[in-house]
């Protein structure tokens, strides 16, 4: 069979038009209006705001352009400042998006600083920038190339805004998971047994690009044997064996958007009794965490479903400081699944439940997935990564 899934709709092509290829255009100017109010709301009404973090640029404008800086001006004109080209651009061009694109000043220029020149030069009083993106030398300089602005904390204010996913976000995840279940398939049913986790590491991101993938969401991590179970583990030259675990954690990245699946094998044989009993006792735990996925649930009580089935049995110190996160443009985003967390889950939140135990010595378990937080009333937690979780020997 060409992909071992537990449910869901054949993969189809990502180029095809849906939701997220409809309209989004408009879906850039909406967002970039809605930060505009609320900054307008803790700010003044000359006040202007530059976007630095790349994530929150492609956010607000679709651009993944290396370098760019995004100004939203007090008298709504919205300028994307791109890395200079070696000749003369010209006067600014207007995108479909009802955004400015102007080149740097300069080849060599940060484009941040001809934004914030821009910005200066267009009455605004105080400048907005993304404290927690600059570093202190390039906050400086900020300042001493705009001394008549007033430099203010924007804080994490696009990135709280990208916490609620729309459906054209949430479509691109689909696809991106879709992609990734059909390299994560494809390689089960070729022959694993002597090739290095390096070599099949490779091969899962060669077949995520293949499938439309931009690249993969993260370093995809291949753990055989001893190594299985390991979070972030760095693939090596270690041959796959018979009688092995294999845990397997990829994701693909389309259009920006990233996912995250993990799951593991044994190789070649019928698992042994331990591995059996493992696969099944993180199975439940991420099982429970999955089912904590409803919109007002606390992000602790998710971690404290997953991780008191891993303390019934004495491995609650393996599912380490959370049980998960969010995913979109980056990954690691809010929301923390975790013990300390003080946040509630919204409703069209995605984020991963990703437990897993590792014996010293022996290997063990991960089992990783993205879903969407989803009402009980619309059937619950939206799965997305749909390869089968059951234990297979391959």
Not at 33 to 38: A, N, P
Not at 72 to 101: I, K, N, W
Not at 142 to 156: D, E, F, K, R
Not at 327 to 353: F, H, N, Y
């Amino acid at each position: 069979m060409a992909c071992r899934r537990s449910h869901g709709p054949a993969w189809t092509a990502p180029g095809r038009r849906g939701p997220y290829a409809r309209g989004m255009s408009d879906v850039y100017v909406l967002r970039r209006s809605r930060l505009r109010e609320r900054c307008a709301a803790h700010g003044s009404a000359a006040r202007a705001v530059l976007v630095t973090r790349p994530a929150n640029i492609r956010y607000l404008s679709g651009s993944a352009a290396p370098g760019a800086a995004l100004l939203l001006a007090p008298d709504g004109r919205d300028t994307l400042v791109v890395p200079a080209a070696p000749a003369d651009t010209g006067p600014p061009a207007v995108a479909a998006s009802g955004l400015y694109v102007q080149g740097s000043t300069a080849e060599a220029e940060d484009g941040a600083m001809t934004a914030a020149a821009l910005a200066a030069r267009g009455g605004a009083d105080s400048l907005a920038v993304e404290e927690h993106d600059l570093t202190v030398a390039r906050h400086r300089a900020l300042s001493a190339a705009v001394p008549g602005l007033t430099l203010t904390a924007l804080t994490c204010t696009v990135e709280q805004q990208r916490l609620v996913k729309g459906e054209e976000e949430i479509a691109a995840l689909r696809i991106a998971a879709e992609i990734t279940d059909q390299a994560l398939g494809e390689l089960l049913e070729s022959i694993l047994v002597g090739r290095t986790e390096r070599h099949l590491a490779l091969e899962l991101e060669r077949r995520l690009i293949d499938h439309g993938a931009e690249g993969p969401a993260f370093a995809t991590s291949v753990a055989a044997g001893a190594h299985s179970g390991l979070a972030g583990h760095l693939p090596t030259d270690r041959r796959v064996e018979e009688g092995d675990f294999l845990s397997v954690r990829l994701g693909a990245r389309y259009r920006g958007y990233r996912c995250q699946i993990a799951r593991t094998f044994v190789i070649g044989t019928a698992p042994a009794a331990w591995q059996i009993d493992l696969y099944e006792l993180v199975f439940a735990a991420q099982r429970a965490g999955r089912e904590a996925l409803l919109p007002g649930t606390p992000c602790r009580d998710v971690d404290r479903a997953t991780r008191q089935v891993l303390d019934a049995c004495g491995h609650g110190e393996a599912l380490g400081p959370a049980t998960g996160h969010g995913v979109g443009l980056e990954m690691g985003e809010d929301p923390r699944l975790a013990p300390g967390a003080m946040s509630k889950l919204d409703d069209r939140v995605p984020v991963t439940v990703e437990p897993g135990v590792h014996l010293p010595g022996r290997g063990g378990v991960r089992i990783d997935d993205t879903l969407v937080v989803r009402p009980a009333a619309d059937g619950g937690p939206e799965l997305l990564t749909i390869t089968t979780k059951e234990l297979l020997a391959l």
